[in-house]
C-alpha cells in the first residue's frame, strides 16, 4: 500500500519561502508521476504542480515563476520550493502519486500570515 507523507508547512510571513517534501513508500515502483494540490476551506482543490515519470512539468497557472517542484527518485521524494508566498496562499497542501492521482498524502499546512 503507498503511503505519502508531506512535511515543510509552517507559518510564513508573505514573501518568505518555504520548501515542502512528500515521500511515498509502501511499494516496489518507481517514483513515477507525483504533484501537489492545496485545499482552502470552502474553496475547491486547486492544482498547484505536477512532475511526470518521464520528467514533463506542469504548474497551476497562479503560482508559476514562483513554485518550483523537483524530485529525488532515489529517495521517492517530490519536492515544491513556494517562494514569495502570498497571503492568500495559505492552505493545506496535499502530495498525491500516479497519473490517476490514486494516492494521496494527508497534507502539511502553510499558513501565510498577513
Known amino acids: 500500500q503507498v503511503r505519502l507523507v508531506e512535511s515543510g508547512g509552517g507559518l510564513v510571513q508573505p514573501g518568505v519561502s518555504l520548501r515542502l517534501s512528500c515521500v511515498a513508500s509502501?511499494?516496489?515502483?518507481?517514483?513515477?508521476?507525483m504533484g501537489w494540490y492545496r485545499q482552502t476551506p470552502g474553496k475547491e482543490r486547486e492544482f498547484v504542480a505536477q512532475?511526470?515519470?518521464?520528467?514533463?512539468?506542469t504548474y497551476g497557472g497562479s503560482v508559476k515563476g514562483r513554485f518550483t517542484i523537483s524530485r529525488d527518485s532515489a529517495k521517492k521524494t517530490v519536492y515544491l520550493q513556494m517562494d514569495t508566498l502570498k497571503p492568500e496562499e495559505q492552505a493545506l497542501y496535499l502530495c498525491?502519486?500516479?497519473?490517476?492521482?490514486?494516492?494521496w498524502g494527508r497534507g502539511t499546512r502553510a499558513p501565510v500570515s498577513s
Open positions: 498525491y502519486k500516479g497519473m490517476m492521482q490514486t494516492n
Open positions: 509502501g511499494d516496489e515502483s518507481s517514483i513515477g508521476t
Open positions: 512532475i511526470r515519470a518521464g520528467g514533463l512539468i
